[in-house]
């Protein structure tokens, strides 16, 4: 186990030197502070131009509001806030999906392909604990990101003066799990294609661009269900127990694709 922690913590240490996977980083954070600023100013004049028409439809704009128009107001501002959050909490997904699928794909055959890993595995180390050191760290690196991006979720919403939708508390740990399911399938296809050709069949791979009557909805794996971006929208309301079947239908899905990698990496060729 101590050589498997002292993988991953060299993997740790390897991707914060590493340019261009800090680059994207800061691209995502950079595009989902824009877009948060973006949707705070559509949602003033949105206020602004709901308030307008309110006062175009009295003859006295200080008569008072009847209950009728405060709760129309009500659902508005009420909608207008999960959309912003569920949209907040798309961009800052997808940029995590950007970052599990560089950090994965390359995580094993990047050390192939430059001849390094050859270095690595001269010393007591086997391939299984070299795979889950590799791994390990990347979910090491992600874990933190979903920590950054929740706070960030909140420090918007504090900033915005939104009431956070009961959907939320569980979109950190799915997210997590959803970026975990890509990486798992990006670093098992890095073994046999190239790892830029490895993320865009692992980010394409999900059964939700196939409908129930394709035989591949079947069998490509459900990354849909793990974004709680729609369910938001729909007002649709998360359970403990759904939460938990979803974690359940993750990790099997991890360790089968892990269990393959390694399957094909004891037996690669290391050039």
Not at 87 to 114: D, Q
Not at 171 to 199: C, E, I, N, T, Y
Not at 206 to 231: C, D, E, K, R
Not at 236 to 242: A, F, K, M, P, Y
Request: overall charge positive; proline content about 3%.
């Amino acid at each position: 186990m101590k050589t498997v922690l002292l993988i991953a913590a060299d993997h740790i240490r390897a991707l914060l030197h590493h340019r261009l996977l800090v680059g994207v980083m800061l691209i995502s954070v950079a595009i989902t502070a824009i877009f948060s600023v973006s949707l705070t100013k559509i949602g003033s004049v949105t206020v602004r131009a709901t308030e307008a028409q309110r006062k175009a439809r009295n003859a006295d704009s200080n008569a008072p509001i009847t209950a009728e128009e405060r709760q129309k107001q009500e659902t508005i501002i009420q909608g207008m806030q999960t959309g912003f959050q569920a949209f907040f909490y798309e961009t800052a997904s997808f940029g995590g999906s950007l970052v599990a699928l560089f950090i994965f794909s390359s995580a094993v055959a990047s050390e192939i392909r430059l001849g390094t890993i050859r270095v690595t595995l001269s010393k007591p180390v086997s391939r299984l604990q070299y795979l889950a050191g590799k791994f390990l760290g990347g979910i090491a690196v992600m874990a933190a990101y979903a920590i950054v991006a929740s706070l960030a979720l909140v420090i918007f919403a504090q900033a915005n003066e939104l009431t956070m939708s009961p959907t939320m508390k569980f979109a950190p740990l799915l997210m997590f799990s959803r970026q975990l399911m890509l990486g798992s399938l990006a670093m098992l296809l890095s073994l046999f294609v190239h790892p830029f050709v490895a993320s865009i069949l692992a980010f394409f791979a999900g059964n939700g661009f196939y409908g129930t009557s394709n035989p591949l909805y079947y069998v490509l794996p459900s990354y849909s269900s793990f974004n709680v971006f729609g369910q938001m929208l729909k007002g649709t309301l998360l359970s403990g127990r759904n939460v938990l079947f979803l974690e359940l239908y993750a990790a099997d899905f991890v360790v089968l694709m892990l269990v393959l990698a390694w399957w094909r990496f004891r037996t690669k060729e290391l050039v």
